[in-house]
């Protein structure tokens, strides 16, 4: 099991609910949450054997920037 975080453009709850049916669809995420207080906005994913480009690629293809943090 990875975590693996992101820096995102989404800042508003609506925005959240978007993207809830696309990473929702990914089979190997168990659980994401959003931290909307940070700057970056960061969405964190628990996943099994997931790539971080899925998670950037499926969220960029609705428009939203996504951009893995590294360690």
Known sequence: ???LVFKTSVTQAQQV???KTLLTSIPNIIKWNFDL???ENILRVIA???SPRQVESVL???GISCQELED
């Open 17 to 19: 609910s978007k993207v």
């Open 60 to 62: 960029q293809t609705a």
């Open 37 to 39: 207080d940070d700057p």
């Open 1 to 3: 099991m990875n975590i």
């Open 48 to 50: 099994d054997q997931l």
